[in-house]
């Protein structure tokens, strides 16, 4: 769901994001678009990869800012389902957008691609439909690939660490309670 808020909402959205981190950076008197599932995504993301903060870049755009910086006036920024970030591990480091791709492919962004030559710039989108997941550095034309990993020479390990990532359930069938873990591949 979509929700407009105004040009000078500094709303706490959700624990690591606030909605003035989105305003168009035009400068413009306008409301800020921000998509529920955007937003969502953003935090799952955060804690995926175990960020010490993500910076949004460019979050919501207006028609005529979108078209002043390259974009066609209609993209997934003007409907506010996109941003363009940077990740922090805890160390303060910025993380590649290699691994922030892969993460953001299996979280289920809709459109993903590396912007930037020095690998650190992401971009991510809650489109749906067909997918992209695209590659700057290469095009902005088209998908470079449908597996992030595959494309970016990286396993599960590298993205998330060696550590094991599971949660402990428990599941009642017939009146049995089943226990285990629930690994994350």
Same mark, same amino acid.
């Given at each position: 769901?979509?929700?407009?808020?105004?040009?000078?909402?500094?709303?706490?959205?959700?624990?690591?994001?606030?909605?003035?981190?989105?305003?168009?950076?035009?400068?413009?008197?306008?409301?800020?678009?921000?998509?529920?599932?955007?937003?969502?995504?953003?935090?799952?993301?955060?804690?995926?990869?175990?960020?010490?903060?993500?910076?949004?870049?460019?979050?919501?755009?207006?028609?005529?800012?979108?078209?002043?910086?390259? $974009?066609?006036?209609?993209?997934?920024?003007?409907?506010?389902?996109?941003? !363009?970030? &940077?990740? @922090?591990?805890?160390?303060? =480091? %910025?993380?590649?957008?290699?691994?922030?791709?892969?993460?953001?492919?299996?979280?289920?962004?809709?459109?993903?691609?590396?912007?930037?030559?020095?690998?650190?710039?992401?971009?991510?989108?809650?489109?749906?439909?067909?997918?992209?997941?695209?590659?700057?550095?290469?095009?902005?034309?088209?998908?470079?690939?449908?597996?992030?990993?595959?494309?970016?020479?990286?396993?599960?390990?590298?993205?998330? $660490?060696?550590?094991?990532?599971?949660?402990?359930?428990?599941?009642?069938? !017939?009146? &049995?309670? @089943?226990?285990?873990?629930? =690994? %994350?591949?």
């Amino acid at each position: 769901m979509i929700i407009s808020y105004n040009s000078t909402d500094r709303t706490q959205i959700t624990e690591h994001f606030n909605v003035s981190e989105f305003r168009c950076k035009c400068g413009g008197n306008h409301d800020t678009k921000l998509d529920n599932e955007l937003i969502r995504k953003l935090e799952e993301l955060y804690k995926a990869l175990d960020c010490s903060k993500i910076i949004v870049n460019s979050g919501y755009r207006c028609t005529a800012h979108d078209k002043n910086v390259g $974009g066609n006036g209609s993209g997934q920024h003007t409907k506010g389902t996109a941003a !363009d970030i &940077v990740c @922090y591990d805890k160390t303060g =480091k %910025k993380i590649s957008s290699k691994k922030v791709c892969c993460a953001a492919q299996y979280i289920g962004f809709g459109g993903i691609a590396n912007i930037d030559s020095t690998y650190t710039a992401t971009h991510v989108d809650v489109r749906t439909g067909v997918k992209w997941y695209g590659d700057e550095t290469v095009t902005t034309a088209y998908s470079v690939t449908d597996d992030f990993y595959k494309y970016y020479k990286l396993e599960k390990s590298d993205v998330y $660490g060696k550590e094991k990532r599971s949660i402990n359930v428990s599941v009642i069938v !017939d009146g &049995v309670i @089943y226990s285990g873990e629930l =690994k %994350k591949e």
